[in-house]
């Protein structure tokens, strides 16, 4: 069998059904102090180098708390969402490689993964219950895996941190300058203490005498974010709890999606994510994950966290809430549409063959080949050789229920939040909006 028919032979026999979840996701009571604060932060482009970027930015309730687009232009961007473009002047050196994740649930207890390729986990056999290849002094003092997560943008020049010269900040971290005095997030840290709100409302949670860390300001960022997206209302989570009913179309959907399609068998629980990692020859577009010296602009996934070859391009299965409004989908953002990506997992190896490149939602940026990947044979059938999903037919009909099943999934109420997007922030600065 020769590496070509290897990559395309699937087996034609559905995955194994699974039962329904139970509507009990735990949540833990938030301290409304950080929230509030944190709502503040998480608007405020202060956290950034050149002071232009924002949490939001990228994390957007018009966007579903995501950003429209299949990969984000972070600093040296412009605009919001699909409107967003690269600077005339100061231009982004780069897209952001992976597709801006959503952040509804992340106050659930049962999140404790982040990141398309998990690199930061909740873990009690490492320091501080997390483990990340960072090493122990990253992930000192943060409160969970939810604040920790808000190290890596702030820390990266082509999303917070921006280009090496352009700030105090950028400085910092193209010198490996992260913590301690004259680090990075002691920068960050200092400007937030600089403002009279934001060191006034510290003052009150921590005390007047103690300074404020960059992990006090990621405990305040994760409190928010705990508190402000959670979903667990839709009409799917009243039917669990036997409050209403589905319709006809979406009853069929849930069927085949706990049944014979397969799908609850990764896309399981409550907010049907298993949290776990799988191979599924999703198409890899723009920079990639690749270490700078590798010719390639390929993204090994989880592979490059564990260093298992039986890892390589596998990526956490996301939760589906409001699944509708959180588009483009896959780690790069490869599908536009809702339908090409559960088509994409009937036959993943020939849509990853036959991929449209038109599905991708992605800003003009000047001297970038989105490509390289794409454009390799040799690349495309190692993509395709990992996949493990068996290939599977469904009728249009069928497609339909599935879609109109995972319509069941939104929160509407949960989309813009609780408390939304301020008009100002206590820097003073732009509010991305």
Known sequence: MTRWTAALFALATPLAAGPLPSADAVFPEQDQRLVKLGWHLFYDPILSGNKEVACATCHHPKHGTSDGLSLGLGDGGRGLGPDRVASVKNPPEQRIPRNAPALFNLG?????????DGRLERNPDHPDGIRTPLGAE???GFSGVLSAQSMFPVLSG??????YSESDVSQAVRQGFLTGEGGAWQIISDRVAAIPA???GFAEVLGKDQRIGFTHISDALAAFMAWEW???????????KGEAELGDAAMRGMELFYG??????CHSGQFQTDHDFHAIAMPQIGPGKAAPYERHARDEGRMRVTGRVDDAYAFRTPSLRNITETGPYGHTGAYSSLEATVRHHLNPVGSLMSYDRTQAVLPTLERVNDWRVMD????VLAIAEANELHSLTLSDGQVADILAFLETLTDEASIAGKLGVPDSVPSGLAVPN
């Open 108 to 116: 659930a207890e049962e999140f404790g993964v982040m990141f398309h």
């Open 138 to 140: 990253m992930v000192h």
């Open 158 to 163: 082509h999303e917070m941190a921006g280009h």
């Open 198 to 200: 934001y060191r006034d």
């Open 230 to 240: 959670r979903a667990d209302n839709s009409p799917f989570d009243q039917y669990l």
């Open 260 to 265: 014979d399609a397969g799908c609850g068998t």
């Open 376 to 379: 390799d044979t040799d690349e």
